[in-house]
Each structure stands twice: as structure tokens, then as C-alpha cells.
């Protein structure tokens, strides 16, 4: 529950709030880009939802904030059925079979997970928290055969889900320390076909293990890599070098030879989906690539990097990722000895 009492500077005066417990993964601003932004530290409520749609949006991203740092101050029947009736959109249908689970966890710094119902086995695409709403959707579906982990950052929860619906994780060898039991691991970067409407393709870069799931040539689940400024066939972007963690080049050559796989929809961990005709989707990579190729990787040397590697050690200490934060911390520290 949000704290009234810890209000994050930077909101405007109205019912709704983010306090001071936001580690800014910018998910509320994706589901609810009208009233959300980032002001300093946090995300805030840049202005109060004027509409049914704007009200929708802001109470869909209070359910799936991972901290639970959006509140409201109203109170009574009415605010309290508004807050059941937007935890009933959740899973959130996208189209045809595919779903956007909400309930982000802070594990996987608040990133979008995805839900596929398939006859031969219903597949989840990287972990939300462990919910009880959400076990009990899934039990109603028929269960989970499959989970894919785009890679290392985004595996949450996946082991409890795992053991739950006795689920086969699916994780590129590169990455496997995340999730070191799980059941089917590949390696390389040819593509790799659990089933005919399934390709699972290898994109090092964002980490080296780093891949992305297409389903029925029209579902592209491309993890920590691509984000869209609109919901609109406006474009898809490459989110910036400094949150490639391994490696621009190689992220680079992998968005390339995607070049050769269509989509409609590009599903990310972070930022906004992308929608768009065949030829639409195809134009938005190509200048996506082209924008990335002009792009260098991030000078490695540099305070503003060193900040940034300090401030992704203490979120993972926070989530318990004890072993990403001395990764982050090691990487600042390394930073600075070589610029002092
Ligand atoms: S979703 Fe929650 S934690 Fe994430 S930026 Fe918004 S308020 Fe902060
Ligand atoms: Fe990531």
C-alpha cells in the first residue's frame, strides 16, 4: 500500500499519488503515459486523470506497480470498486491468445510479462510476481507447460511458477546462472523451435544470453531490447546503449537478423508495445537498426555510468539479487578507479 504520509515530490494535489518507495521502471508511464512522469528520482503524477480512459489507465498501472507505490486518497465504496473492478482486467487480452499478465514484479525491475494460450500447452513469457489471482487464472486455463525467460534480468518468480504448474523453464545457456534448474536450455545463436508456432531466437547483446520469442509469425516477446514511443505504427526503438549491459555492437547484429522475421506486434519487458502491418513493422526495425548503427557503444568511462551502475547495485540489493548487485557495485567501483 502506498504511504500517504510519504509522498514523492513532484505530484500534483488530487487523489491519486506515487510515493516515495518508486524505483522508477517507468511502468506506470507506459500503461498511463497522460498522468505519469518522471520527475528526479521518481515517477509522480504529472496530472490527475480527467476522463473514464485516464482514470482506467491510472488504476491499471496502480494494480501492476511492483512496489505498490501508487495510491489514492479517496476512500468509500465507490474508490474501493473501482480498484476490484480494474484487478478483474487483469491478465489484459492483447490479441487472439495472448495476454499481458500485469502484477510486474520488482524482481525483474518491474517488467511486463505475457501470457500464450495454446492447446498444446499454455506458455508465460518471462514472471510476474507470484499471485494468487494469477495462479488461479492460469489454473483456470489449463496450467503453464512452458515458461521462456528472455533472459537473466527478467526471471522473477519463474521458479515458483515453475514447481507450481510443473513448467519447463526455457533459458539460454549464457544466461542459465539465473535460473541454474531449469528444464530446457539452448545455446548459440541459431534458433531453436520447442514447436512449430514457437521460435525462440537468440539476441546477444542486452545481456549475451539474451533472446527473443516469435510466436505464429505475428508475436515478437523481445525482452530488455526494443521499447515504442506510441502505441500507434509510428516506430520501434532500441532503448539506449546505456542499458545495454554487455554488448551495442553484438545487440546491433542480432536486431539485423531479425530483419528476417515478421511481426505484427512487438512485445517488450519495459516500455510500450508496438503494433503494425507486416511491411509497417519491417520499416520501423530497418530504421530502428539504422539508428542504432550511428549509435556508439557508451564511453565506459564516465561518472554519469559509474552513478548509474550504483543505482542498478541498490535496486538489486533491494530485490535480494545479491548477486547482480556486487555485479553493478564491482562495475562502479572499477569505473572509478580507472577515471581517478
Ligand atoms: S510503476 Fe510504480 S515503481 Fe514503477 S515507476 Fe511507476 S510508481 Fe514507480
Ligand atoms: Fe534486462
Redesign the pocket.
Known amino acids: 500500500m502506498a504511504n500517504p504520509n510519504k509522498i514523492a515530490p513532484g505530484n500534483v494535489d488530487g487523489d491519486f499519488f ?1 510515493d516515495t ?9 507506459d ?1 498511463a503515459p497522460s498522468n ?1 512522469a ?1 520527475s528526479g528520482k ?3 503524477i504529472k496530472k490527475q486523470p480527467e476522463n473514464a480512459l485516464e482514470l482506467d489507465e491510472v488504476l491499471s ?1 496502480l494494480i ?7 495510491g489514492t486518497k479517496a476512500t468509500g465504496a465507490g474508490a474501493k470498486q473501482s480498484i476490484s473492478q480494474a484487478l478483474m482486467r487483469f491478465p489484459e487480452h492483447i490479441e487472439d491468445d495472448v495476454f499481458y499478465l500485469g502484477f ?1 514484479s ?1 524482481d525483474s525491475f ?1 517488467g511486463k510479462s505475457y501470457f500464450i494460450k495454446h492447446q498444446d500447452g499454455n506458455w508465460m513469457v518471462d514472471s510476474p510476481k507470484f499471485s494468487s489471482r494469477l495462479v488461479k487464472y492460469i489454473e483456470s486455463q489449463g496450467g503453464l507447460a512452458y515458461i521462456f525467460l528472455t533472459h537473466r534480468d527478467d526471471v522473477a518468480e519463474a521458479q515458483a511458477y515453475a514447481r507450481h504448474f510443473k513448467a519447463s523453464r526455457i533459458i539460454h545457456k549464457a544466461d542459465l546462472e539465473a535460473q541454474k534448474e531449469a528444464e530446457i536450455v539452448f545455446d548459440g545463436i541459431e534458433t531453436f523451435n520447442p514447436h512449430a508456432q514457437f521460435t525462440i531466437i537468440p539476441t546477444p547483446g542486452h545481456t549475451m544470453g539474451h533472446s527473443m520469442l516469435l510466436y505464429r509469425q505475428k508475436f515478437l516477446f523481445s525482452g530488455d531490447v526494443f521499447t515504442s514511443r506510441t502505441y500507434s505504427n509510428e516506430d520501434i526503438e532500441a532503448w539506449p546503449p546505456y542499458y545495454c549491459w554487455c554488448d551495442w555492437d553484438e545487440q546491433t547484429r542480432s536486431i539485423e537478423r531479425l530483419l528476417s522475421y515478421p511481426f505484427e506486434f512487438m512485445l517488450p519487458s519495459h516500455g510500450r508495445r508496438f503494433k503494425g502491418t507486416l511491411p509497417e513493422t519491417k520499416r520501423a526495425l530497418e530504421q530502428c537498426l539504422k539508428r542504432c548503427r550511428e549509435e556508439k557503444n557508451p564511453d565506459p568511462l564516465s561518472f554519469e555510468r559509474a552513478d548509474f551502475f550504483d543505482e542498478i547495485a541498490l535496486w538489486a540489493k533491494q530485490t535480494g539479487q545479491l548477486e547482480y548487485a556486487k555485479y553493478a557495485a564491482d562495475k562502479a567501483s572499477s569505473i572509478r578507479l580507472k577515471l581517478n
Do not use: D, H, Q, T
Not at 22 to 28: P, R
Open positions: 506515487v518507495s518508486c524505483i522508477s521502471c517507468g511502468n506506470c508511464r500503461l505519469f518522471k521518481y515517477y509522480v498501472a501492476c506497480c511492483p512496489l505498490g507505490s501508487i510486474n520488482a518491474g
